[in-house]
């Protein structure tokens, strides 16, 4: 991804993916940057204990009344162990479908029951939590749940726990180096598998504080995207290491839990980056893009198997990025890096336009306006077409592919092509 940018030189500001970038002053020299360290209020946590012994509640019958939620959070224990009647385990079970903190409670306590079998494994069975949802969904549907437009999200932080849960401490130091495209050139940071779960953790710290929740670095903590991950890492002592896994996951389950009991207007409230903004249903899909992009990052880094995501949200993420193509490329143009306008129409008109053609998972047709972010993208205005597969296109716009060996197949104004590709690649960012 070498470009025009001088070798061995590090923006100071990247651009960011499915955003408008702001427009680029010369880069300032890059140093390497030194070893990332962890908050101090970040604590090893103890190892796992036999928990207190469980009495079992008094029986209860099929013909009882309903059941309180504290008889039936008193039951948990004796579930867990298996130690319920049918009747028990079809009451607590069918609570598990409303009430998240017991469900939550309800596989720890599963998990902890696993580790007291001293004549087996002590690795959990990798399926339990798999079975334990399964059945308890099974029998009753979730009454609030998630919304179609944060389910992206859910499933890729869901992917990517079950990667973190699988690898071992030594992993959480192996290196990971960050890549993204600045300007003409591409440009990278190097870190650890932990010091990447602390940058998705500050970034998703932005959307939290959006929705009234808690700000991983505090109340007064940059707004940037890059500067929250700069000041996370230069605050962290000593280096972070696995622990950093549970505040993460634990953020990402309370931003879920949050949008699907907030109701159908939060999808429209604004999530701020600073020096622009999305509506929240966007900034879930940016997020869920980088938990997938830096979740094979991390896969490559320690030789995990990472497919990309669902051909559903893979073309939902596609479809983000194509609507905020001709704004960035309007950026590029203003800067001096996009050709000049030729064709400028009236708002909401048709107007010069090339053709995204994207195939395999998640293809489809996009147009995208050429000479104005307000006008809008014609297959009779077309004047160019390229073709791309959809991983490939979404690492170009993650900046893990050069813009140069990006397109498959390109056809008609060679200067819209490459003014199109760039522009999709200068929206990635650390």
């Known amino acids: 991804m070498d470009g025009g940018s001088p070798e061995g030189r590090e923006p100071d500001e990247p651009t960011a993916f499915l955003r408008i970038p702001a427009p680029r002053t010369a880069p300032d020299d890059v140093t390497e940057p030194g ?35 504290k008889v039936l959070m008193s039951l948990l224990g004796a579930w867990a162990l298996s130690a319920c009647s049918a009747e028990e385990t079809a009451l607590v079970e069918a609570h598990l479908t409303e009430c998240a903190p017991c469900a939550d409670e309800a596989l720890r306590l599963r998990d902890a029951v696993g580790l007291l079998h001293a004549d087996g494994n002590l690795d959990l069975d990798p399926l339990l939590r798999s079975r334990v949802l399964e059945n308890a969904l099974g029998r009753r549907p979730a009454r609030v749940p998630v919304p179609g437009w944060a ?29 993204w495209y600045e300007d003409e050139g591409a440009v990278s940071r190097r870190t650890t598998v932990a010091g990447v779960i602390g940058h998705l953790m500050t970034v998703d710290g932005l959307v939290a504080a959006s929705l009234g929740l808690d700000d991983p670095l505090g109340s007064d903590a940059p707004v940037h995207p890059t500067e929250r991950t700069e000041s996370f890492w230069r605050a962290a002592k000593p280096p972070p290491t696995r622990i950093i896994h549970e505040p993460w996951r634990e953020q990402s389950h309370t931003l879920i839990r949050t949008v699907s009991f907030a109701g159908r207007g939060v999808a429209e409230l604004s999530v701020s980056y ?15 893009f980088e938990c997938w992009v830096h979740g094979a990052d991390i896969a490559d880094a320690v030789d995990y198997p990472y497919k990309p995501p669902s051909g559903g949200h893979l073309r939902e993420m596609i479809d983000l990025a194509t609507r905020l193509l001709p704004a960035a490329l309007a950026i590029r143009r203003r800067s001096g890096l996009a050709g000049p306008a030729r064709e400028l129409v009236t708002a909401g008109s048709p107007g010069r336009s090339l053709r ?25 205005r077309s004047v160019a077409h390229v073709a791309l597969d959809g991983v490939e296109f979404c690492q170009l716009v993650a900046g893990r592919v050069s813009p140069e060996d990006a397109a498959a197949g390109q056809e008609g104004d060679r200067e819209a092509i490459r003014d199109v590709l760039c522009a999709a690649a200068t929206m990635s960012r650390l």
């Open 35 to 69: 070893r990332v360290t962890e908050p101090d209020h970040l604590t090893e946590p103890g190892s796992v204990t036999e928990p207190d012994r469980v009495t079992e509640p008094d029986r209860v019958t099929a013909a009882a009344e309903p059941l309180s939620h």
């Open 151 to 179: 389910a992206a999200y859910d499933a890729e932080t869901a992917r990517l726990d079950a990667l973190l849960r699988d690898i071992g401490d030594a992993e959480w130091h192996a290196p990971v180096r960050l890549k």
């Open 274 to 288: 600073g020096f622009f903004a999305l509506p929240l249903r966007d900034a879930l899909l940016d997020r869920a």
């Open 356 to 380: 995204l053609e994207i195939e395999g998972a998640g293809g489809g047709d996009w147009f995208i306006a050429l000479d104005s972010p307000a006008a809008v993208g014609s297959r009779e």
